[in-house]
């Protein structure tokens, strides 16, 4: 299973950007996904999880109010809409596919991951 990111960039605070995660080689509508993030020297954080027909969504602390995760299933992607962006939202983000279908914050629940993508906010 591939999971491929692409979208980031280098973006002033206040900025926008979107995040895409898609797959060549598997079916992303039939499992949950989520959207992770690793600042450089700290631990990869939950910051978005969506079920499977898109219809419930989940956030962690720092995404609240400013992210919005989405998908589409008949382009087999899914997405990260990143609002208001902080210089601590910098790091790279990845998706990842959650076969339990929970919507979990945790890294452990998660099966197969994407390289990433680089996503700095300058202040």
């Known amino acids: 299973v591939r999971l491929v990111e692409s979208g980031g960039g280098l973006v002033q605070a206040g900025d926008h950007l979107k995040l895409s995660c898609a797959s060549p080689d598997h079916t992303l509508g039939d499992y949950a996904m989520g959207w992770f993030r690793q600042a450089p020297g700290k631990e990869r954080e939950f910051v978005a999880g969506?079920?499977?027909?898109?219809?419930?969504?989940y956030f962690g602390g720092s995404a609240k109010g400013r992210f919005t995760i989405s998908r589409d299933n008949d382009k087999n992607t899914m997405y990260l809409q990143m609002n208001s962006l902080k210089w601590e939202d910098t790091g790279v983000y990845y998706c990842?596919?959650?076969?339990?279908?929970?919507?979990?914050?945790?890294?452990?629940?998660?099966?197969?991951w994407g390289q990433g993508t680089q996503v700095t906010v300058s202040s």
């Open positions: 969506i079920n499977w027909s898109g219809t419930s969504t």
């Open positions: 990842a596919r959650d076969p339990s279908g929970q919507l979990s914050g945790r890294l452990r629940d998660y099966d197969f």
